[in-house]
Every structure is written in structure tokens, then in C-alpha cells.
């Protein structure tokens, strides 16, 4: 259960992808947790973190590469899945915390990943969908990629898109702005 609720957590994933399915001998895992915490009476974003995973059962494609800019180079260097776990646990208190990502994803991808490694889910069950979130609040017709919503939200998208640092920097800009309209009765 999500105790605290003056900080929120935004994480955002990347992990290993093909241009098209899934190799048969390998899976998608992942490569990298961004982190950004959002205090959210202030709006203020801090802790901005990139954990670099090494994946153990698939290798960064060329693809992968393009849509990230992660390389396997990169990735050699990565911590466990494991010890990320630890350092969001630690670091991060994320079992005390509601947490927030850009859609479904990275909740689904963690929990499946947690049981194929038989490691204890580290996150806590209160999770945020901005995006869904987002469609919902401003009566879109349906969910948008975050480019757009950035867009729409008149955001500027900093750093390197689909880097997991800089997307949870930006879904953490997204969110506190859509919290200020809220409060300003927008
Ligand atoms: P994102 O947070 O949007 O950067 O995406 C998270 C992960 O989803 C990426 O690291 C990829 O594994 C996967 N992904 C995102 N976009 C694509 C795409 N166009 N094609 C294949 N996989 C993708
Ligand atoms: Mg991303």
C-alpha cells in the first residue's frame, strides 16, 4: 500500500526490441529504468535517474539501438534486474509511494518480468496512468503518444525520447502541469 503522497515516482522502461516479433530465442527485457520523482504540491522534479539493466536472455538489436540509442556496449555495463529492484526499493521507497508511467506498459512489463525471475515484485500496487489519465481528463478521443501529448500540453520535450530518464523527466512535466490545471480549476 502507497503511503506517502506529498512525492509521486515516475518510472518509465525501456527494454530489448525488434522491428517486427519477437526472435524466437529471445525475449523482451528490460534495458533501462528512468526515474524522476515529482513533488506534487510544488511541481518540482528531482532525482532524475537512468539504470542501465543488462539484459540476460536477449542482446540490444540494431533496431533497438535506433528507437533508444542504448547499445549492447551499454548494456554490458548494466546492473542486474535485480539490484535495480533494490535500488528503487532503497533509493526510491517505491513500495511506500503511488508510482506513475505513460500507459500500461511498464506495470505489465514489470510484473513480468518480476515472475519470470521469480523476484518479489518491488512496486506498490497504487499506480498512476498518465496517459490514460490525460485522455480521460481533457476529453480526448483517445489515448495519445507522449510527443503529442507534450504537444498538446504545450511542453517541451527535453533530452532523448525513449530514454527512460528523460521520458519519466517529461511524463513528470506532464503530470505536475495537468495537477497545476486541476488545481487552478482549468
Ligand atoms: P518508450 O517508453 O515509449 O520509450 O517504450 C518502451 C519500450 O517499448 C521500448 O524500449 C521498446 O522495447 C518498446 N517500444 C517502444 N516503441 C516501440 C516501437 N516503435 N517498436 C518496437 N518496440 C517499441
Ligand atoms: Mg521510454
Same mark, same amino acid.
Given at each position: 500500500?502507497?503511503?506517502?503522497?506529498?512525492?509521486?515516482?515516475?518510472?518509465?522502461?525501456?527494454?530489448?526490441?525488434?522491428?517486427?516479433?519477437?526472435?524466437?530465442?529471445? $525475449?523482451?527485457?528490460?534495458?533501462?529504468?528512468?526515474?524522476?520523482?515529482?513533488?506534487? *504540491?510544488?511541481?518540482?522534479?528531482?532525482? /532524475?535517474?537512468?539504470?542501465?539493466?543488462?539484459?540476460? &536472455?536477449? &542482446?540490444?538489436?540494431?533496431?533497438?539501438?535506433?528507437?533508444?540509442?542504448?547499445?549492447?556496449?551499454?548494456?554490458?555495463?548494466?546492473?542486474?534486474?535485480?539490484?535495480?529492484?533494490?535500488?528503487?526499493? &532503497?533509493?526510491?521507497?517505491?513500495?511506500?509511494?503511488?508510482?506513475?508511467?505513460?500507459?500500461?506498459?511498464? &506495470?505489465?512489463?514489470?510484473? *513480468?518480468?518480476?515472475?519470470? *525471475? #521469480?523476484? *518479489?515484485?518491488?512496486?506498490?500496487?497504487?499506480?498512476? %496512468?498518465? /496517459?490514460?489519465?490525460?485522455?480521460?481528463?481533457? #476529453?480526448?478521443?483517445? $489515448?495519445?503518444?507522449?510527443?503529442?501529448?507534450?504537444?498538446?500540453?504545450?511542453?517541451?520535450?527535453? #533530452?532523448?525520447?525513449?530514454?527512460?530518464?528523460?521520458?519519466?523527466? %517529461?511524463?513528470?512535466?506532464?503530470?505536475?502541469?495537468?495537477?497545476?490545471?486541476?488545481?487552478?480549476?482549468?
Amino acid at each position: 500500500m502507497a503511503g506517502k503522497l506529498d512525492r509521486i515516482i515516475v518510472i518509465d522502461l525501456e527494454a530489448t526490441c525488434w522491428d517486427g516479433p519477437t526472435p524466437p530465442d529471445q $525475449e523482451s527485457e528490460i534495458i533501462e529504468v528512468g526515474v524522476c520523482m515529482l513533488d506534487v *504540491k510544488t511541481g518540482e522534479r528531482s532525482q /532524475k535517474q537512468s539504470i542501465i539493466v543488462k539484459p540476460e &536472455r536477449s &542482446r540490444v538489436s540494431e533496431f533497438c539501438t535506433e528507437l533508444t540509442t542504448l547499445t549492447q556496449a551499454d548494456v554490458e555495463h548494466g546492473v542486474s534486474f535485480e539490484h535495480a529492484c533494490q535500488i528503487l526499493r &532503497r533509493k526510491f521507497r517505491v513500495r511506500d509511494r503511488t508510482w506513475a508511467s505513460y500507459g500500461d506498459y511498464d &506495470r505489465r512489463q514489470f510484473i *513480468k518480468q518480476c515472475d519470470q *525471475k #521469480g523476484i *518479489k515484485y518491488p512496486l506498490s500496487a497504487t499506480h498512476i %496512468n498518465v /496517459k490514460n489519465m490525460m485522455a480521460v481528463l481533457y #476529453g480526448l478521443h483517445s $489515448e495519445v503518444g507522449l510527443v503529442q501529448a507534450m504537444a498538446i500540453m504545450d511542453l517541451p520535450l527535453e #533530452g532523448i525520447h525513449h530514454r527512460g530518464h528523460d521520458d519519466a523527466w %517529461n511524463i513528470a512535466a506532464l503530470l505536475a502541469k495537468m495537477l497545476q490545471q486541476w488545481r487552478n480549476g482549468h
